[in-house]
């Protein structure tokens, strides 16, 4: 088939199969996160940590070329710098029990729609055009997107914590650490 004669509905259906319920869970943990909600305080650190690793393996395993460094490199300063300039919607809240009180939030479900449109075309140019795997522009805009998208969710869940949370919690000793609340 040529590039030319594929159509939207070639790439979907040539798509593999893992790729659907990766995109029902981003869909799924992005509709939660856009609702109040109570969790530990760790539990804050897991979305932002999945979309790194994402980041950091697409840099390792697609954009492994000076330019797909410098994308990385350009994607991480700019999605600090967006995640500082968009404040968070409200401030976490600590709560007595330890728990951590969070507003819900559109831009995370965004986000995670943003990381997986990127991914998706970009796995699918390669699919239908092999050469653009040595495209230096292509490499760049490859890690430039997901590092983005990554420093943009880390830098706003980590604004969102209340102030002081690290030292709170590291200055508690372990029987308060690890004693249910009465």
């Known amino acids: 088939m040529e590039p030319n004669s594929i159509g939207v509905l070639d790439i979907v259906v040539h798509t593999p199969l893992w790729v659907w319920p990766l995109l029902a869970y981003s869909l799924v943990a992005g509709w939660r996160m856009t609702r109040d909600r109570t969790v530990a ?16 393996a697409n840099l390792v395993t697609v954009a492994n070329s000076l330019a797909g460094m410098a994308g990385f490199a350009v ?24 728990r951590l009180a969070l ?12 990381i997986f449109a990127a991914r998706y075309a970009q796995g699918a140019a390669l699919a239908i055009e ?15 997107a997901p590092a983005f998208f990554a420093m943009l969710m880390v830098v706003r869940a980590m604004r ?20 249910a609340p009465s």
Do not use: C, H
Not at 80 to 91: D, E, L, N, S
């Open 103 to 114: 507003a819900g939030d559109w831009l995370p479900l965004l986000l995670l729609i943003g």
């Open 160 to 179: 969102a914590l209340p102030a002081g949370i690290f030292r709170r919690r590291a200055g508690r000793s372990n029987a308060e650490k690890y004693t």
């Open 75 to 98: 994607g991480t300063a700019l999605g600090g710098m967006a995640g500082y300039a968009i404040p968070p919607r409200r401030q976490a809240r600590m709560l007595d029990d330890g």
């Open 41 to 56: 305080p760790w539990r804050v650190s897991i979305m932002p940590a999945i979309v790194t690793a994402f980041a950091v």
């Open 130 to 144: 092999p050469g653009f795997g040595d495209n230096g522009l292509f490499a760049f805009a490859g890690a430039a």
